[in-house]
């Protein structure tokens, strides 16, 4: 049986690389990863019973072990895994709660690393692996830091696991894109609205997701959507951090 699984599927990016992945009709099963089980079931309704849901918390470690004994009890073959689960915050750090700050680090970085590694050895030559990044891995980002920071492991880590796997023919790639329109904003504006108030341009997610596809075929190790994305991720390569931060606390009006 030749699966994907999707994580962070009931919203936002993950809900809609589950609707592309659906749409391809390559796989036996696509199971969709969240907390929010009638959303998962709302994709099953719309695809069929391609969709599986599968409701985990992954900043749980029980759930994660539930996943892992699920790959267990069914060895099936995973062709494509895509993590998309993650959350970020907006403000200083006393602004954000220290459990929330540790459960962006639980969920975009560690949940991310065992839902990787626990696949891995369920993925056959071919497989894809598409992590979600962001461009803020590329750089510090003051009133976004821990997001920002938990982000730049994801990238660091996804570059260095493609390296690892050339031999066994799997691809991984950080998918980076700059802001994008999903539920994101919603979640990180709760803890304070004005820390963040410039974001220059806003993506559809479907737009990010059809470049990340391309990439891949490509065998791009890095998917940035975006000429204006491009070009920041370029001058955060050439200028100093210190430049940058000035830069980007500037146009925050901070």
Sequence with gaps: MSIAIVTGASSGMGKDFAEALASQGKFDKIWVIARRIGRLEALKEQFGDIIRPVALDLTDKNCLLSYKSMLQNEQPDVAVLVNCSGFGRFGTYEDIDTNDAL???DLNSKALVA??????PYMKEGGEIYQLCSLSSFQPVPYLNTYAASKAFVLSYSRGLNAELKGRKIKVMAVCPGWVRT????HATATDNKAVTYYNKIYESKDVIKTALKDMKKGKDVSIHGFRVKAQVLLVKLLPHSLVMKIWLKQQKH
């Design 183 to 186: 539920e994101f904003f919603d």
């Design 103 to 105: 459960g962006m680090i």
């Design 115 to 120: 839902m990787t590694e626990y696949t891995l």
